[in-house]
């Protein structure tokens, strides 16, 4: 097939524009740039010869491309130079109606055949394809900033958009060395349609002053294997561009979770916009620094000090259990690994001897590390064993009336004072100590799978957890080198809160047709940077798992937005469960 596109015009060589421009000129295609005055096409000339200089001293191109590329360049300010383009990219800033206007000159000025595409986050492409005579040929195609190393684009196509067109367009994309995604005109597209409601919740949590930012922003990055944590996110971003965007979203979804988190007004009303005006939810350095200053005096309020732990007992003999007892045993703490049964205890004792011997054949431990921590872990049978000890992780089933009999239990058996910690990922901790006689004693402590690997730690105290039960555990969690991050008893914690919502919202995409299971995954890792996509998570985590945490967290904030995707509870119905059935998002045939 012939190269889409062999002439590109590009109109506004801002951030984006200046590095489209390149990339097309880098694909071997004559780029007409065209700036809205003489001077700001001077300047914008000057900013692609520095952008260009700069990749030569990275190494990313040698000197004679670079000087191949700029000769395919050219820059000005008439917009009838467009005429002899095939392929128009408009990067003008976000305002529909300068949009709109240059869409119709361009329409005035351009052959009939000439395709005209808008690079709008989160304008209408249908609105401004109808201020031309030729919508069929008008579509976005949305890169990612910066351009020379963001892989994606999604090629938005409007209901009028002809298919050849959008084809063309993605086969373009691919020219240039980019991913396409499809996707259809609606506020956010894919990526930011995904990613600015988790935003927006993370911002609302903050506000709400469930967890402070470090601490959100930690979770997800250790708990999700996330580039960046949300709140750190939306300063490098620009506070009032994502509340741009999620107006934008709002006002087609009408849904509640898009409507921006107040303080995100508040800061934007405050001038403090991000990294770009040296604070937003972060403190900077300086404008346009990366380097916070308010991170070192975090965590630093005053506390109680915390109760001594000497040695620890875990309660349970599956996966958590067993990796929660390797934490402490690999720190140096003795632990009591307490099962129904003498025959599960020793079993599970075996798989953690398993998981230090893979440790150290991978070089992580030394022989001697693992039989240290070995010679430290002692199965019993009975929770009576625990009597003695410092602090008790619960890791049973995730079944309320279980864990409180449990708890009920070891009020009994353990002696006053000891710390009562369980790791449910979605119960109400306080459930768990009202079982109990010593409420004030009981905490969550919510590790992540597997646990010796992941190194955060929800801390979670409820309302009657006494103030050196915390500190003893934030302590204990440093001691065993895990990141604490300490939030309140609410259904899902920071991570699972911010997280699921995220998956349904994906899945919701996925019912709506609005695009495929393979188009969003691959728009979230290019797009975001993820190690997964949410589809691949979601059949890794299991779908009826990912339903029951949906449903805890539907049930616990009402909100209509968060009621679990029919798409999900259908495929649960099938027995399709991701990868643990073979099926469930994708078909993962067993070879
Ligand atoms: N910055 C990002 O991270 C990002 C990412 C994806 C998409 N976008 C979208 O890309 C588009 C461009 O954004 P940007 O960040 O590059 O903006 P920018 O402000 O950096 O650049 C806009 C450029 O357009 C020029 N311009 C203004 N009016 C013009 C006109 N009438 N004719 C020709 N040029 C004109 C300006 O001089 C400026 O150089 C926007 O729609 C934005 O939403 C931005």
Not at 66 to 76: D, E, F, T, Y
Not at 89 to 111: G, T, Y
Request: hydrophobic share 45%; charged share 20%.
């Amino acid at each position: 097939m012939e190269r889409p596109f062999p002439t590109v015009a590009v109109v506004g060589l801002g951030t984006m524009g200046a590095g489209v421009a390149v990339a097309a000129a880098k694909s071997g295609r004559r780029v007409i740039g065209i700036e809205a005055t003489a001077d700001s096409a001077a300047r914008a000339l000057a900013r692609i010869e520095e952008a260009t200089a700069h990749a030569v001293a990275r190494a990313r191109i040698t000197a004679e491309e670079r000087a191949a590329l700029l000769a395919l360049i050219s820059v000005g300010h008439a917009l009838e130079a467009a005429a002899a383009a095939d392929l128009v990219i408009e990067e003008v800033p976000e305002q529909l109606e300068l949009k709109r206007e240059l869409f119709a000159a361009l329409d005035r000025i351009c052959p009939a055949e000439t395709v005209l595409a808008t690079g709008t986050t989160a304008l209408s492409v249908t609105r401004i394809a109808a201020a031309t005579t030729r919508p069929e040929r008008v579509l976005g195609l949305h890169f990612f900033n910066p351009v020379h190393t963001m892989k994606l684009v999604e090629v938005v196509r409007t209901v009028l958009t002809a298919p050849q067109v959008a084809e063309d367009a993605a086969a373009f994309s691919r020219d240039l060395g980019k991913e396409p995604v499809a996707a259809g005109d609606r506020a956010g597209f894919v990526v930011n349609g995904l990613l600015f409601a988790y935003l927006n919740q993370a911002a609302a949590m903050y506000e709400s002053r469930y967890a402070t930012q470090e601490d959100i922003d930690a979770a997800m990055r250790l708990g999700c294997g996330l580039p960046m944590g949300p709140l750190a996110l939306l300063d490098l971003i620009g506070v009032d561009t994502a509340r741009t965007v999620l107006e934008a979203m709002y006002e087609q979804s009408r849904d509640r979770l898009h409507a921006p988190a107040p303080i995100l007004g508040q800061l934007v009303a405050a001038g403090l916009l991000g990294r770009k005006t040296g604070r937003g939810f972060y403190t900077y350095e300086a404008p346009g620094s990366s380097r916070t200053v308010d991170a070192a005096t975090a965590g630093t309020a005053a506390r109680v000090p915390g109760r001594e732990v000497r040695d620890v007992g875990v309660c349970g003999s599956g996966t958590m259990a067993t990796g929660i007892a390797e934490v402490f045993a690999k720190a140096g703490y003795p632990v009591l690994l307490a099962a129904r049964g003498q025959e599960k205890a020793d079993r599970a004792k075996a798989r953690l001897a398993g998981s230090l011997e893979r440790s150290v054949s991978r070089g992580r431990l030394t022989a001697d590390q693992r039989d240290a921590a070995l010679a430290l872990v002692t199965p019993v049978d009975r929770y009576t064993e625990l009597a003695g000890v410092d602090l008790v992780v619960e890791a049973v089933a995730e079944d309320l009336a279980v864990k409180r009999e449990l708890f009920a239990t070891l009020d009994k058996i353990v002696k006053p004072g000891a710390v009562l910690a369980t790791t449910t990922s979605s119960l109400p901790v306080i459930s768990c100590a009202t079982a109990t006689s010593r409420p004030q004693d009981v905490i969550g402590m919510h590790f992540f799978n597997p646990a010796p690997a992941m190194r955060l730690v929800e801390v979670v105290s409820t309302v009657l957890t006494a103030p050196d039960v915390t500190t003893t555990v934030l302590e204990l969690c440093a001691a065993v080198r895990k990141h604490p991050v300490e939030c309140g008893d609410r259904a899902g914690f920071i991570v699972n809160a911010l997280l699921f919502p995220y998956l349904n919202d994906a899945v919701r995409m996925l019912q709506e047709h609005y695009a495929t299971v393979d188009d969003i995954d691959t728009a979230m890792k290019l797009g975001c940077g993820y190690p997964m996509g949410p589809f691949e998570l979601l059949d890794v985590v299991g779908l009826d798992v990912s339903l029951t945490i949906e449903q805890v967290l539907h049930q616990e904030f009402r909100e209509p937005g968060l009621a679990a995707a029919p798409l999900l509870e259908h495929l649960v119905a099938a027995g399709c469960l991701g990868r643990k059935t073979g099926r469930g998002f994708r078909d993962h045939a067993r070879r």
